[in-house]
Nanobody, 114 residues
């Protein structure tokens, strides 16, 4: 039932920008906390940011000031605007709804070249 489809990844040079999208379905999007995670090869999946139903936002220290999380409840879509990208941002990026935490999409690959 729950489906999450990430898109928008790609290959960019250091300092560049990407905008990721997460199209959600199968649950009431507007009342769920949405989060972005990332996972690099050989590393644990880590939380990048989340946004609550009323717009409260958390960012991991390593992206603060560079990334912006947002949501459009009318479109059941979460976004992650990534600016000033660094090679260490290279990872597969996933979105997740907290109360449906066992459901993951395929993710979208972000590769930042130096």
């Amino acid at each position: 039932q729950v489906q999450l489809v990430e898109s928008g990844g790609g290959l960019v040079q250091a300092g560049g920008s990407l905008r990721l999208s997460c199209a959600a379905s199968g649950f009431i999007f507007s009342i769920n906390v949405m989060a972005w995670y990332r996972q690099a090869p050989g590393k644990q999946r880590e939380l990048v940011a989340h946004i609550t139903s009323d717009g409260a936002i958390y960012y991991a220290d390593f992206v603060k000031g560079r990334f912006t999380i947002s949501r459009d409840n009318a479109k059941s879509t979460a976004y992650l605007q990534m600016n000033s990208l660094k090679p260490e941002d290279t990872a597969v990026y996933y979105c997740n709804a907290k109360r449906y935490g066992s459901y993951w999409g395929q993710g979208t690959q972000v590769t930042v070249s130096s």
